[in-house]
Structures are given as structure tokens and as C-alpha cells.
């Protein structure tokens, strides 16, 4: 079935350090993939999305690239900040199943000044 | 304003006793869901609905109900909660396609 498995958190990194949250799917045909973003005592927000392969979806310095010959939607961001503190959440959705929304587990991001 | 809201926000009560999360959406969305989210689990799809009187199980239907009598509400109704149904939990909607999800603010429910 699909299923999305995301990096294990927590993740902790200084002020302007390098970002990457590492993504796979398992997924039949061509999914939509997403990156959510969901900060303390908030509900989600998209962050980012990519609708097909080798499209990259950007948002607020955020990066990630749809690669179907791996299978990955890998997160990036040059320099973090301590506002980006947050769970971030990689999720996929089939155009067949549009009422149905597959999430990874989520990576806990904290940033320090 | 578009958005999702979900009442109540905060909810404790005690086991068998039912109890209804409501939610309800500005956008004329067709497609609703319900998940609930857990520590080291992420966020389960538990229903979810295409259009008016149209839903569908997700991954975690056990011990949840939900109705779509109208387009903008979903509610989700517990008839016999138990201490495993203490969660977080997010009503989103969304237009389909590739097209975002819009997620409620959350409802924080304990059971005893």
C-alpha cells in the first residue's frame, strides 16, 4: 500500500547550519507529495508540494525535489533559523484517492540561536 | 476568512460516555477527513468523506463514527470513547487534486 517513512527526529541544529529531512514513498502510479509544516500547539500548513516527477517545490527558503527514480522528497534548507523550530511532516496523495492523505511520522526541528 | 474550525478545542471526559467533535469548513471543499495524531505515529487518516453522504474508512476506523449531512460540516462522533482514543485530533479539507489540505487548529481530547 502507500506509506511515506521520513527521518527519524529529533533534529537539532545551530542558527544558519544546513537542513535535510530525508523522505521516501512507496506509492503505485504518479502521487502528489507534500511537505507540512506544524508549529508549536498549531494545526499543519503546507509548506511546500510537487505535483510531478523532477518538479521542486520551494516555499520561505525550503527546497525539495520530486525524484521517482528514488522515490524521495528530501527537505532542504541552506540556513536555518530558530523561528523554522517546528514538526515537519512529508505526506503523498494518488490522484485516485484524492479524499485519502498518507503522512510519515514527522521530524521534530529544533533550532538553537 | 477561509479556514477550518473544530469544536471543542479541548476536551476531557471519561470512558463510555459519547461525545461529538465538530468541524466545519468555509470553502465549499468537497473531499473532508479526520486524523489523529500521536506521539512517534504521525497523523492517521481516520474517515473521510468525497462529498455529501459520501465517506470512507481510513487506517484507523475503530471505535469512530462520522456523517457528511452537509457540505461545509463533518462531524466525528465517538458513541463509546476509551483511554486509547486520548489524541490529537485534525479535521482538514480540501478542493482534491493536487491541491493542499486546509487542517483545522486541532482538538485535544482526554479520556479516563
Known amino acids: 500500500g502507500d506509506s511515506v517513512t521520513q527521518m527519524e527526529g529529533p533534529v537539532t541544529l545551530s542558527e544558519e547550519a544546513f537542513l535535510t529531512i530525508n523522505c521516501t514513498y512507496t506509492a503505485t502510479g504518479y502521487p502528489s507529495l507534500f511537505w507540512y509544516v506544524q508549529y508549536p500547539g498549531e494545526g499543519l500548513q503546507l509548506l511546500l508540494k510537487?505535483?510531478?516527477?523532477?518538479d521542486k517545490g520551494s516555499n520561505k527558503g525550503f527546497e525539495a525535489t520530486y525524484r521517482k527514480e528514488t522515490t524521495s522528497f528530501h527537505l532542504e534548507k541552506g540556513s536555518v533559523q530558530v523561528s523554522d523550530s517546528a514538526v515537519y511532516f512529508c505526506?503523498?496523495?494518488?490522484?485516485?484517492?484524492?479524499?485519502?492523505?498518507?503522512f510519515g511520522r514527522g521530524t521534530q526541528l529544533t533550532v538553537w540561536p | 476568512e477561509a479556514q477550518v474550525t473544530q469544536n471543542p478545542r479541548y476536551l476531557i471526559t471519561v470512558t463510555g460516555k459519547k461525545l461529538t467533535v465538530t468541524c466545519s469548513q468555509n470553502m465549499n471543499h468537497e473531499y473532508m477527513s479526520w486524523y489523529r495524531q500521536d506521539p512517534g505515529l504521525g497523523l492517521r487518516q481516520i474517515y473521510y468523506s468525497m462529498n455529501v453522504e459520501v465517506t470512507d474508512k481510513g487506517d484507523v476506523p475503530e471505535g469512530y463514527k462520522v456523517s457528511r449531512k452537509e457540505k461545509r460540516n463533518f462531524p466525528l462522533i465517538l458513541e463509546s470513547p476509551s483511554p486509547n482514543q486520548t489524541s490529537l485530533y485534525f479535521c482538514a479539507s480540501t478542493t482534491g487534486g493536487h491541491n493542499e489540505q486546509f487542517f483545522g487548529p486541532g482538538t485535544r481530547l482526554t479520556v479516563l
Open positions: 510537487a505535483t510531478k516527477a523532477d
Open positions: 505526506a503523498l496523495r494518488r490522484g485516485s484517492t484524492l479524499g485519502r492523505l498518507y
